[in-house]
């Protein structure tokens, strides 16, 4: 057997998954009621529609990609059955009756059950008015909530009854087909290329075609991960990640040093762990308040690992075991981790670095200098990322997005410089690299 | 401790520091107010200069938390997720 090809043990994806929907099963069972709040810190509070429409894409992505363990299958089953009530309660159907415009949003979870094989046709026949009703298109909503919209008419009414052609026109619109601003874009603008992802690629199941070719999508993927590895958020790292197993069956260095990082993360706590769970404030907790908030604070990046590792029991689609050195440039992580090592804290992603052979180092420099230019970009150290764009010129890793992107920000900084010669030390700095 | 400051708490610290001098931002709105009123597209300037006199933007506030916590402590009640 070719080691080098060797993918990841089918098993260990299975019992990550099933993690994520043993988790669920609580979720449903605590949060799905009456969902969270939090008086405290109202950020972290929780409407149960979300925690239920969220643990039905679970359970669909889980039985779409792996529903032929059995072991997924008896999960994806018992979790069903306890989302049922919640899904088709009476405070939904009440939602579908005031508020048309939502009611896609509020049936979500029916509709995923139902195309699980728990159909509910009196559901089904409020749905129908709901939709035909004029107010049903009273609410805009940005590109990759549309392709939602279209995705959930989709299953719920089968493909083609919403056009094909009209959906792959919002794909062109969304955040898959434009650049992102990999340098200063808010967390929401990479919500909106995963989610878009996602609703595109449909878990396989009738995926729309991508509105660019995969390599490109790939690249900006790889730009925003460098950032997410970085910051430990592994949210969005987990959705950047999907972007490999739902879009084909190659995953690049990067993109496996990155699922490297997340399995070793949720190996050594147990879950894949979000920044909003803050010890301090759990152990101040007792009871159901103390489960309640480790549930509503964590359950998210759970299910991100539990999709992720669905997607990658897609067939062929799981990551290799091994990053593959082909093509890396002899000497080009060190280079990088020079500077990284002079000005970084500890990160969980080291541990996995340091634990590689070098060849296997230099096979992702890409992304280490991408993690260079993004911490230069924080500190605003221009003269940094120029000379971080002459490393990566040197070692042929400059043609990614976030080396194009710095060097048009320098090149605008420059012109700022010349066209108004207000001089501080950043500018200063800055026209000098340039 | 946790390192996190909610938004209100921003804000009444901000107030408390009596930098901002609302008399100021008040005689200002009252100067301009009525020329901005009856401007060419009033109906912008009057959403975003009359109704909101003063907003605190949070530019970029990055990822909310902080950073993740110790995966040993988070280890410990990791047991907690599935009961």
């Known amino acids: 057997m070719n080691t080098s090809r060797a993918r990841w043990d089918a098993r260990d994806l299975v019992r990550r998954l099933c993690h994520a929907l043993i988790v669920a099963r609580q979720v449903v069972d605590q949060l799905a009621p009456d969902g969270y709040a939090d008086s405290e810190q109202p950020s972290n509070s929780l409407r149960p529609e979300k925690a239920i429409s969220e643990t039905a894409l679970l359970l669909l992505a889980a039985e779409s990609a792996a529903g032929q363990y059995p072991e997924v299958h008896t999960h994806v089953e018992r979790v069903a059955q306890r989302l049922i009530p919640h899904a088709r309660s009476e405070r939904i159907k009440l939602a579908l009756c005031m508020e048309p415009a939502l009611a896609l949003d509020y049936a979500h979870a029916h509709i995923c059950l139902a195309r699980l094989g728990y159909p509910d046709t009196d559901f089904d026949i409020l749905l129908q008015q709901s939709v035909q009703a004029q107010a049903a298109t009273g609410r805009e909503r940005p590109p990759h909530r549309m392709l939602e919209q279209s995705w959930s008419a989709d299953l719920w009414s089968g493909p083609g009854t919403t056009c094909r052609r009209s959906a792959g026109a919002l794909a062109r619109w969304s955040q898959l087909n434009l650049p992102m601003d990999l340098l200063n874009g808010h967390r929401e603008d990479i919500y909106a290329f995963t989610h878009a992802l996602i609703y595109c690629s449909r878990f396989n199941l009738q995926p729309l075609r991508l509105p660019r070719p995969r390599h490109l999508i790939l690249a900006e993927a790889e730009g925003a991960l460098a950032r997410c590895l970085d910051d430990q958020d592994y949210d969005l790292a987990g959705e950047l990640l999907l972007a490999w197993p739902l879009t084909g069956k190659s995953w690049s260095p990067a993109a496996t040093f990155g699922f490297r990082v997340l399995a070793q993360v949720e190996d050594a706590a147990g879950f894949l762990p979000a920044p909003i769970t803050r010890l301090d404030r759990l152990h101040r907790l007792q009871g159901r308040e103390r489960q309640n908030y480790l549930l509503a604070t964590s359950y998210h990046t759970v299910y991100v690992m539990g999709l992720l590792c669905a997607a990658a029991l897609l067939p062929g689609r799981a990551p290799p075991i091994h990053i593959s050195a082909t093509g890396a440039v002899r000497g080009a992580s060190s280079r990088i981790m020079a500077r990284l090592d002079a000005h970084g804290a500890a990160v969980h992603w080291r541990d996995e670095f340091d634990k590689m052979e070098h060849p296997r180092q230099d096979a992702i420099a890409g992304l280490l200098l991408d993690i260079a230019m993004h911490r230069a970009v924080r500190q605003r150290d221009f003269a940094g990322l120029h000379t971080l764009l002459q490393i990566g010129y040197a070692s042929h890793l400059a043609d990614s997005p976030v080396a194009s992107q710095v060097a048009e920000m320098l090149g605008r900084v420059a012109t700022c410089h010349r066209v108004r010669p207000v001089q501080s030390a950043a500018t200063e700095s800055a026209a000098q690299a340039c | ?83």
């Not at chain 2, 921003?10 to 107010?33: C, H, P, Q």
């Open chain 2, 1 to 83: 401790m946790s390192n996190r400051v909610s938004h209100q708490e921003i804000v009444r610290k901000l107030l408390e520091t009596k930098s901002i001098d609302f008399n100021a931002i008040g005689k200002t709105v009252a100067e301009i107010g009525p020329s901005v009123a009856l401007a060419d597209e009033p109906w912008d300037m009057f959403c975003g200069t009359m109704r909101t006199f003063l907003r605190l933007y949070i530019l970029n506030p990055g990822i909310p938390g902080g950073g993740v916590e110790n995966l040993g402590g988070l280890r410990n009640v990791a047991q907690e997720l599935e009961r």
